[in-house]
Each structure stands twice: as C-alpha cells, then as structure tokens.
C-alpha cells in the first residue's frame, strides 16, 4: 500500500532468472532510505531507473521502435510510420474541427505534417506537448468531435456518471448534488469537446485481459475491470473548452480546446521512456503502482489510448486500497488525517515503512490508528528481531566477537525432521526452524513479486519467533564453556542463529534499509554479500564451507531498534515535523 498515487517500475528478476535471460539489461538498483515505499528487491540485477522509472526489458535491435499491439491488426508493410514531433511526447495531433460532426477519419488526421506539430518551444508554460500518432484512427476513426453533456466536477476535472454521486449541499446550504467519493459539487454541463471512441475498444480490452489474467493485481480489481467491460461503455472526452480550463496544453490546430489532464498524465508514463524514438526500449514491461481510486484510468481510458495507438497495455497494474483511521475514511472536516511525515518523527522512517508494509494488504482497505504502531513495531522490530541480535552477539555469550564454528556432531544432517528425535544435540523443533528458514529467501521472493509484502514479512516475522524459540530453548547462557562438547554445542547455537539473522537482515533490506544495514553491519556482512542470489543460508548443514566462520564480527552498532515509548511522550518529544527532504 503507497501513500502516493501511482509508480511504474519494472519487472524484478529472480535471481535465476538475474544474468541467465539475453536482452535484459543490467543494473542495480538499491532502496531509497527515507522513501516511504520503494520497490528493491534486495539489491538483485535490475535495469537501471531514468526519471523515477524503473527500466525493464530491452529490446533487441530488430525490435527498436516496434511496439505493434498483437490486439489490433499490424501495420502494413507500405504504410506510413505515424506522425511523429520533435519532441520525445505522446502527440495529439488533431486538425482542425470537422464541419460536421461526424467522426474525424485517418485521411483528414493524418493532414498534420510532423513539421507542423509543436515542438517544446511551441508550447508557452509547458515543457512538452502531447498527442496520439496520425494513425490511430486509422482504425475506424477513434477521435472525434461532438457534444458531451453530464454531471462535472471541477475539482476532480471529471464528468462523473449518475451512480456516483449523491444528495448534498453546497456552502449556502441549499440542495446540489456531490461526488459520492470525494464530496466535491457537481454541476450539470454541456459543452463540445473531443472524444475518444473509448466504445470501440470493448473487445480489444477484454482479449488483453482474458490474455493476460494477472495484468491488473489483486484479483478483485481484475474482476471489477472485467465488470466495467460488461458494463455501458460511453466515449471519453478528451479534451475540454479553452475558457473554462485555460492552464492545460492546447489542442493542436484548436486553440478553443484543452487536453483533458488526465490525457497529459498519462501519457507521461510513454515519454519518459522516450516516446516515439527509444521508448520500444523498454515498453510495455512496465508495472505501474496505483490506488483503487483511480484504477478505471489506468485500467480502461490508458489501455485503450495504447491500444489505439499500436502499443501494448503495461505488463501489470497493481493495485492498492486505501487506509483509514478507526474505521473511518481520512477527512479534513473530521481531524483525523495522518501526516506521515509526523509519523516518521515518532516512530522513525524504518519503524512507519514496516507498519505499513507489514499491516497494508492491497486488496482491502487497513486501519491505521498510533497504537497499533507502538505495539507492532515494538513487538517485532525491537523485541523479537533486536533482542535476539543483541542476545546472541552480547559479549557474556560471545567473548571473542565471531562468527563461531557449526559442528555437524551436534546438529548432523537428515532428510526428513521427523527423524531427528535422538540424534545429536538437537531436537525436531530445531530442524523444522532449519527448514522453515532455508526456504524463506525464494518465498519472500515470489511474494514480493506477487505484491504480496505484508504475507513476505509474515513469514520473516514467524522465523524470527522461531529462531527465538530455539535460542531460549537451549538457553546458551547455560552451557559451560570449559567442557568441550558443552563448548561445540554453544557456538552451534550461535552459528545458527547468526544465520538466521543474516537472512532476516538480507531480505529485510527493502523494507527497513537502515535497520537492515545496522544488523548486517554488526553480523559484518560485506555489501557484496547482501545480495538474494548470493544468500545461502547454513551452508555447514550442507557439507559445504561458510565464508563467515571464524570472522570477526562487526563493531557493536548498539540497539538495533528502540523501543517506542509512552505515545503521549512521543508527541510531546516529536512536535517538529521531519524535513521534506527525508520523503524522498
């Protein structure tokens, strides 16, 4: 769950398939450590980001600058490559308004010479222009002029239909009709304006999706596409009148008209990948990152515009639901809107990044409320995963500072856990920690892959409660070191656990950057080592050698995480807000 409104990343590659897949290119992209929300996954090989963008698969040579959608037919070999600008933008090229107001065909879209199309420069205030390829209508004509009428609201720039709005009253008090999502005043509208023939792409829309099963994430959201489909379908205005919204970029050719914003939005998403020269580079295998709220934009109105415009939809688009507060949705007018800045002075940027990934299921909406923060990320951040470092490095239990020795006497392999009862020193609890913790690394992968966070950090967070269970089980403390079996015994204990706590602090990493590197730091893992695809975890169990037996551990670093105290403490200690730098 963001706090934001929409990202796009790339695909990230398992490290199986890191290295071993021609045509991806390579890169490394490490976490923002006061981002609220960022996609690393555990320093891997990834392409590398432009703009904010994480970059996916590159295409090889012959596929430069060939991004013909396989839902709509291919161009043919003698036709015209569209119209393209000066400009790396998304062109809108319009001519002007037909007499009649029929459908604007190719021929006459086509009219606009690339010369005559707005440079940079031409735009006065904006930085790009904006504009759909000559040839998208050249299947059926998909642009045209004609009047639009309906419920408008001006802060949200939308039309907005009969099903989502509801009885209110303006600041008079008098009767009108609101925003059932945001509250705003709506009013009745009729103005001409350019459509989108966004009907048209009914069934190109559904074959993408029944295509791609996974291309919107969770499901529900799939499923509500597939709803919408189902559903009346009205043509998109695309455009609005020059006087009533003056700030916008003009429509090429019709100074009276403006492209709608959410038109110039979206269509950033192509030109920051370079749109129309280098962008088959990299699209489509993007994913985008977007709240509920805004999913029929990304999920219907951008998937048509592509696909009018020969390009494929993005890879994926995953979904997020919303927080609230109690149970009720955040509201000025009821005092209950969480600043997140604030909230990374109390609890710290690690402490509220981890209650939000660990608590934020996408698919529904999360309660947020100052307790329930107190009482998680002490219970997990601090407790369980600080405790144990701080008790399985404390200089009482480890007076040499080092990764102490495994003994395979004591802890000897088997094949099933079930068979360990009598065999060495110890028992069937300690092999199925073994077990549940050698498999962790590939399933925080496929989680994080399936934007599933909050079930990866579950299960690092229940190896954690493991990996304490089997610490205070054999209470180390205990053992006397003159004795040299009770000695071998001891620094197995203390192998195991540093293991454990190597892999949690690895795949930690995005989540609680500083955090992580405080506990790696003290295990003194070596950035080169903190990578997924060198994670092993136990390899003396295996027979095989552990480049960290016998090293001297790190300096001690101190708490790993403190406690969160009282929350009205907290408050009075953390009344200045953190620095807007910190965000990034």
Excluded at 242 to 249: D, S
Excluded at 372 to 397: M, Q
Excluded at 461 to 474: E, M, P, W, Y
Aim: aromatic share 10%.
């Amino acid at each position: 769950m963001c706090l934001g409104g929409s990202n796009t990343f790339s695909r990230p590659l398992s490290p199986a398939k890191a290295g071993a897949r021609p045509g991806w290119a390579a890169g490394m992209v490490t976490t923002a450590p006061n981002s609220l929300c960022s996609h690393s996954s555990f320093h891997r090989d990834k392409p590398p980001a432009r703009n904010g963008v994480l970059l996916a698969k590159k295409a090889s040579p012959v596929e430069m600058g060939r991004s013909r959608c396989r839902h709509l037919r291919p161009r043919k070999p003698d036709e015209e490559h569209p119209c393209r600008s000066r400009c790396t933008a998304f062109y809108f090229s319009i001519t002007k308004p037909q007499p009649a107001a029929g459908p604007v065909h190719a021929g006459a879209m086509a009219g606009t010479a690339p010369s005559a199309a707005p440079s940079t420069a031409d735009t006065p205030g904006r930085g790009r222009a904006l504009s759909i390829p000559a040839s998208t209508c050249s299947h059926g004509g998909v642009l045209y002029k004609g009047s639009y009428e309906g419920w408008y609201c001006t802060p949200e720039e939308s039309f907005l239909p009969e099903s989502q709005l509801a009885e209110g009253t303006d600041a008079q008090g008098r009767p009108c009709k609101v925003s059932l999502e945001t509250g705003h005043e709506v009013h009745w509208t009729k103005e001409e304006n350019y459509m989108f023939r966004l009907s048209a792409f009914r069934d190109p829309l559904q074959n993408w999706l029944r295509d791609n099963p996974r291309a919107i994430f969770p499901d529900p959201f799939y499923q509500c596409v597939l709803r919408w489909l189902d559903e009346d379908l009205p043509d998109l205005s695309v455009s609005r009148e020059r006087n009533r919204l003056q700030w916008g970029i003009p429509v090429p050719s019709d100074p009276t008209q403006t492209i709608y914003v959410w038109v110039d939005a979206l269509v950033n998403y192509l030109s920051v990948v370079g749109y129309p020269e280098s962008h088959g580079a990299w699209w489509p295998a993007v994913h985008h990152v977007v709240g509920k709220d805004i999913l029929k934009f990304h999920a219907l109105y951008w998937p048509a515009l592509l696909l009018a415009a020969g390009l494929e939809p993005p890879e994926r688009i995953l979904v997020h639901s919303h927080w609230t507060v109690r149970g009720q949705k955040m509201s000025k007018s009821l005092g209950n809107v969480v600043d997140p800045s604030v909230c990374m002075g109390q609890y710290g940027v690690d402490g509220f990044r981890y209650f939000l990934l660990r608590q934020g299921v996408p698919e529904r909406d999360c309660d947020y409320y100052d307790e329930k923060v107190v009482k998680l990320v002490n219970s997990e951040l601090a407790d369980a995963l600080g405790g144990l470092l701080n008790r399985s490095t404390a200089p009482g239990i480890n007076p040499s500072n080092t990764y102490p020795c495994f003994s395979e006497p004591c802890f000897p392999k088997v094949l099933d856990s079930r068979e360990a009862r009598g065999t060495g020193r110890a028992c069937a609890e300690d092999y199925k920690l073994v077990a549940a913790v050698a498999s962790l690394p590939v399933q925080v992968d496929s989680y994080f892959e399936g934007f599933q966070i909050y079930k990866a950090l579950e299960c690092i967070a229940q190896c954690v409660r493991q990996t304490n269970g089997f610490f205070q089980r054999h209470r180390p403390w205990k053992l006397d070191r003159r004795d040299a079996a009770e000695q071998l015994w001891l620094d197995t204990i203390l192998h195991i656990t540093l293991e454990c706590l190597r892999v949690y602090g690895t795949l930690l990493q995005p989540v609680v950057p500083h955090t992580a590197d405080k506990l790696l730091s003290r295990l003194a893992v070596r950035p080169g080592e903190r990578c997924l695809s060198a994670l092993t975890f136990l390899a003396r169990y295996d027979g095989k050698p552990c480049p960290f037996e016998g090293r001297q551990l790190g300096p001690d670093t101190g708490i790993l995480f403190h406690r969160l105290g009282k929350l009205e403490t907290m408050k009075r200690k953390q009344e200045a807000q953190v620095p807007d730098k910190q965000l990034l």
